[in-house]
């Protein structure tokens, strides 16, 4: 069975798991005896009618399953960590997207993207070389919302040249660019409690949860 398989029936074990500690037990003893304490004592004028007691009953019920559903939820938690950590690990190697304003470079063509958060009537991507002058200016026209790539056919440019971009994107006279993203390498994995991180070759250490994008 594979390592994957393996933890995935440990997940299915947790979320199954229902087991009462000794804590547990010994708070539902004390409420039953409050409460039992509560109707020899009550009113005789103003007795607790059924719909009181079934409530109380309840209490003591949800406040147990909610402390059970906290338990399964961090066991489950910590072995979506690990299933993250194994998914790392064949990330080594390859490109994933990220937020970013680094213009990727291969087979003399650089590559990028950018977020809209509405339809745009114009965009345009600016061209930057290593030392922040305008290179080019890319004219995409009018964009729908949500994500979109460019390609600069730059001929014979090298990867490290570190060229950048950045993006004007409106509808109207407002603004509707949500970001920049850009390609970058992972060159490693590590970990750190319950984060996941990957060390980039550009951006350097970035939690798994911010990657947008796997290539």
Do not use: C
Not at 6 to 25: F, H, M, P
Not at 64 to 72: A, E, H, M, Y
């Amino acid at each position: 069975m594979s390592t994957i398989s393996a933890l995935a029936e440990q997940l299915n074990s947790a979320a199954g798991a229902a087991s009462v500690t000794k804590n547990e037990a010994g708070s539902e003893d004390r409420f039953l005896k409050l409460l039992v304490a509560q109707m020899q004592n009550q009113d005789p004028m103003n007795p607790l009618d059924n719909a009181q007691v079934t409530s109380q009953m309840a209490q003591i019920n949800t406040v147990s399953g909610i402390d059970k559903l906290n338990k399964t939820v961090a066991g489950l938690n910590s072995q979506l960590v690990q299933l993250q950590a194994l998914q790392g690990v064949t990330l080594v190697g390859r490109d994933v997207t990220v937020a970013g304003d680094r213009l990727s470079v291969a087979d003399g063509a650089g590559v990028g993207g950018f977020d809209l958060n509405a339809a745009a009537d114009s965009v345009k991507v600016d061209i930057l070389n290593a030392a922040g002058r305008l290179v080019t200016t890319l004219d995409l026209g009018a964009q729908g919302s949500g994500r979109h790539a460019f390609e600069w056919p730059a001929g014979a440019v090298q990867d490290g040249d570190g060229y950048r971009f950045r993006v004007q994107a409106t509808s109207g006279s407002a603004s509707v660019l949500g970001g920049t993203l850009m390609r970058d390498r992972v060159d490693a994995v590590s970990s750190a409690g319950n984060a996941l991180n990957l060390e980039l070759r550009h951006s350097g250490p970035v939690s798994y949860d911010t990657v947008k994008a796997f290539n």
